[in-house]
């Protein structure tokens, strides 16, 4: 599981393994997938599962081999934001 800590200057880091800290980067669509599914304390399959896209998407993305586009980057973007609303609004529309 990835561990990220807000620093008192707003900037969101990543926790490595060895213990320093890796500036997350927005912008690199990769780091802000993992950012967005740690933040939500949530494996790969779980995160995939709430999203409904299939986890090889999710491994994808975060992986760096594909980024996610239009609708999907949106959505991560409102899970980074407003998680419990953003899941909310998805579990409230499945049959």
Same mark, same amino acid.
């Given at each position: 599981?990835?561990?990220?800590?807000?620093?008192?200057?707003?900037?969101?880091?990543?926790?490595?393994?060895?213990?320093?800290?890796?500036?997350?980067?927005?912008?690199?669509?990769?780091?802000?997938?993992?950012?967005? !599914? +740690?933040?939500?304390? &949530?494996?790969?399959? @779980?995160?995939? /599962?709430?999203?409904?896209?299939?986890?090889?998407?999710? =491994?994808?993305?975060?992986?760096?081999?594909?980024?996610?586009?239009?609708?999907? !980057? +949106?959505?991560?973007? &409102?899970?980074?934001? @407003?998680?419990? /609303?953003?899941?909310?609004?998805?579990?409230?529309?499945? =049959?």
């Amino acid at each position: 599981m990835m561990r990220v800590r807000l620093k008192a200057d707003g900037r969101i880091v990543e926790i490595m393994p060895d213990g320093h800290e890796r500036t997350i980067d927005h912008d690199d669509p990769a780091a802000f997938v993992r950012h967005v !599914r +740690a933040r939500c304390g &949530l494996t790969q399959a @779980a995160f995939a /599962a709430k999203i409904e896209v299939p986890i090889e998407t999710v =491994r994808n993305w975060e992986q760096g081999k594909r980024s996610p586009r239009g609708p999907a !980057r +949106a959505l991560l973007k &409102l899970i980074d934001s @407003a998680p419990d /609303a953003a899941f909310a609004a998805l579990a409230g529309r499945r =049959r």
